[in-house]
């Protein structure tokens, strides 16, 4: 089974549009970039994680011929506008051979997605099929256990989900995705001790106002060992609003001040801000280290891909 993560950016992806700061900068300097998240898990069926306004592009890259089903987070613009992009996989297969790709997705969800894309379920792109935390459901050969996540008011209907299903020697694999959220009101004991563990890490400093109800990674450090994955953890949904030292764009809307930024246990100046991808990996695993952390925690990159 392979885990490809199509996209591991915030809601504009970064670098941003219009955006100078110092980490757009460097991004673009080294030629990097990270399109919206999304998650594509494929075995004998295909599921996406999210559908956000890089899906064609995504899904280009990555050849995917079929999808076999769709799971939503919840209803914002960055996980489910790429939805339209669905169509050609109905316009351009043999006349007759479609069937609707199911679209699981919460009551919440659908509330504010059908107002948008009632046509592609009129037209049989999709078919909506209604989920509910703790209530679990199979999609070919996972199985699939979606759990409350809070996303703030705005995003009622947001979920994260436990993946299951067998390796090629029947053992049992355990994948816990958590878009964007804040807090875990009622997790399920099954979500514990996961495989693998993705979860976003939207700042790398907890901000003074977390608006709205993101994960940064010096909260997830608290998830990570509340959920205590197995094999490893990914970090995805990576954005550029931490203040980076000195940056003029501090001055951004975007921009958040630290609450009390992560810093070496020994104290004195707290880690720099990355600007990178190397940069982020360097620093989470320094963080690891120097806390102790007995976690491989892997910060994700577009179109990475693990064998499971
Ligand atoms: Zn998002
Ligand atoms: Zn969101």
Same mark, same amino acid.
Request: glycine fraction near 0%; hydrophobic fraction near 25%.
């Given at each position: 089974m392979d885990i490809t993560f199509l996209g591991t950016g915030g809601a504009w992806g970064v670098p941003e549009l219009n955006c100078d700061c110092f980490i757009c900068r460097e991004m673009r300097r080294k030629g990097e970039k990270r399109e919206r998240t999304s998650l594509l898990l494929s075995n004998k069926t295909r599921l996406l994680i999210d559908c956000g306004p890089d899906a064609k592009s995504q899904l280009s890259r990555q050849q995917v &011929?079929?999808? &076999?089903g769709v799971l939503i987070t919840h209803e914002h613009t960055d996980h489910y506008i790429g939805l339209d992009e669905l169509f050609a996989y109905k316009r351009n297969g043999p006349r007759g051979s479609f069937s609707p790709i199911p679209v699981y997705l919460t009551h919440g969800s659908h509330e504010v997605i059908r107002k948008r894309f009632d046509y592609l379920e009129d037209m049989e792109v999709i078919k909506a099929c209604h989920i509910a935390p703790n209530r679990r459901f199979t999609a070919g050969e996972f199985e699939v256990l979606p759990f409350d996540t809070y996303h703030g008011a705005f995003a009622g209907g947001s979920v994260g989900f436990l993946v299951r299903f067998k390796d090629v020697s029947g053992t049992d694999i355990r994948i816990v995705y958590t878009s964007d959220f804040s807090e875990l009101p009622d997790p399920p004991s099954e979500i514990f001790n996961p495989d693998y563990l993705i979860i976003q890490s939207f700042w790398l400093n907890e901000p003074i106002n977390n608006r709205p109800n993101h994960m940064s990674f010096q909260r997830a450090i608290h998830f990570i060992k509340l959920l205590n994955p197995k094999k490893e953890t990914f970090l995805v949904h990576i954005g550029d609003a931490d203040m980076v030292s000195d940056d003029p764009a501090n001055s951004m809307l975007k921009k958040y001040k630290p609450r009390d930024p992560l810093r070496p246990p020994a104290g004195g100046e707290p880690y720099p801000i990355p600007l990178n991808q190397a940069q982020w990996q360097e620093t989470v695993d320094r963080i690891a280290f120097d806390r102790g952390l007995p976690y491989r925690i892997t910060v994700a990159y577009d179109d990475l891909r693990i064998k499971v």
């Open positions: &011929d079929t999808i &076999d």
